[in-house]
């Protein structure tokens, strides 16, 4: 062997070893980031289980674990949440007041 082919595997080598290091270093990143990913999907101890709806149909705005800004008595019934949910900003007055007379009405 002379020198020019040792030197071209040498160069060979180190190019394979860098690619090789390259993939572990994807490899590496991507199971860090999965096991990120699990660790923050992953439920804590101290977590408080989700809210059911009560079984008389409404939603009571008592059982937020922040706290309430109605009295404990106050629900909101499922016509009521509906209503709310079908807010649009882009409505015209008279849309506006249709709604606002059907939420009178609901007593919402």
Do not use: E, F, Q
């Given at each position: 062997m002379q020198a020019e082919e040792v030197g071209q595997r040498a160069d060979?080598?180190?190019d394979a070893i860098k690619k090789?290091?390259?993939?572990?270093?994807a490899v590496a990143v991507a199971?860090?980031?999965a096991i990120t990913a699990m660790i923050m999907w992953w439920p804590?101890?101290?977590s408080t289980p989700p809210l059911l709806p009560p079984s008389?149909?409404?939603l009571e705005s008592s059982q937020h674990p922040g706290g309430?800004?109605?009295t404990p008595s106050e629900t909101i019934s499922v016509e009521c949440s509906r209503l709310y949910n079908a807010l649009d900003h882009t409505w015209t007055e008279q849309q506006w007041s249709v709604w606002e007379d059907?939420?009178?009405k609901m007593n919402c």
């Open positions: 060979a080598w180190a090789i290091v390259k993939a572990l270093t199971v860090g980031g804590s101890p101290d008389n149909g409404g309430s800004y109605n059907l939420k009178r």
